[in-house]
């Protein structure tokens, strides 16, 4: 009776907020035959469900435990404020901390936001969900501070935000077991990273080609023979009588044939031309006055 043998797959899970698309599109076409399943958690779900191993890897909000599991942070989101359209911050372009002092600012139980202190007026109690929240927010009770794309994630027609300028922000990381580090995990740190397909250091990678080699070797030996033919001509010239054998041994002082150099060598096509013009001259006449 023959094995069956399993297909490999990589499971992503990832929390609201974060949009894995464009990443699983890349994972498609370097990795066609390894299905990538996407797995939607709760933000407070995201560590538990890699700890369980129902997960190889998962777009998690920071910060992360990192006993047993690794993190890399990938890209920090803008905080807004969420409120209702007909709400006097409906006329600012941008939102501060001290805006909000007379407001009821919602803190859910799932928010992603370290806060040292909230801004605002608290509310009566905590909503359970950012979703719970949201719906406060639309009755007009009070305004909630949001990662971007949460505010995006929960857009209503009734309610707008505006950019905080000095509110804490949440960071985005690729988390996953720390002994799991698989090829599959190192292939999607690539992709994540915008690493092409020959740096990647997982099953996507290329190995250059044997052809490759010599071809990348042939540049020197190209130059090398360039050299090699420049000496050759050098050397023609300092065997020939104008430029070498014109200079005398005993005095140093070069022949009509050619020009000695401070090296000893002479400057073939200029020595020879002004060596003729002087031949020149000393057959030539002298004129009487």
Request: proline content about 7%; charged content about 25%.
């Amino acid at each position: 009776m023959t094995e069956m043998q399993v297909t490999p797959s990589f499971r992503l899970a990832y929390v609201p907020g974060v949009t894995p698309g464009k990443w699983a599109r890349v994972w498609s076409e370097r990795l066609p035959d390894v299905p990538l399943a996407l797995v939607a958690v709760e933000a407070a779900d995201g560590e538990p469900t890699l700890r369980a191993g129902d997960a190889d890897a998962g777009l998690l909000r920071l910060p992360v435990d990192r006993t047993g599991l690794s993190a890399i942070p990938l890209y920090t989101e803008t905080t807004v404020v969420v409120f209702s359209k007909d709400h006097w911050l409906a006329a600012a372009e941008e939102v501060t901390v001290a805006d909000l002092a007379d407001d009821v600012v919602f803190h859910p139980l799932d928010d992603t936001l370290e806060w040292e202190q909230l801004p605002g007026r608290p509310a009566i109690e905590r909503p359970a969900t950012t979703a719970d929240a949201i719906e406060l927010v639309a009755a007009g009770v009070g305004v909630l501070l949001v990662p971007q794309s949460l505010a995006r994630l929960h857009h209503r027609r009734d309610l707008t935000f505006r950019t905080m300028a000095d509110a804490p922000q949440s960071r985005i990381a690729l988390s996953w077991p720390e002994e799991e580090t698989t090829d599959l995990v190192e292939e999607f740190i690539g992709i994540v990273r915008g690493r092409t397909v020959n740096s990647s250091r997982g099953r996507g990678q290329t190995a250059a080609t044997p052809a490759e080699a010599p071809a990348a070797k042939s540049a020197p030996g190209r130059a090398g023979g360039a050299k090699g033919g420049a000496g050759s001509a050098k050397g023609g010239a300092g065997k020939g009588g104008a430029a070498k054998g014109g200079a005398s041994k005993g005095s140093g002082k070069p022949a009509a044939g050619g020009r000695a150099t401070a090296g000893g060598r002479a400057r073939g096509g200029s020595g020879s031309s002004s060596g003729g013009a002087a031949a020149a001259r000393r057959g030539r006449p002298k004129r009487r006055g």
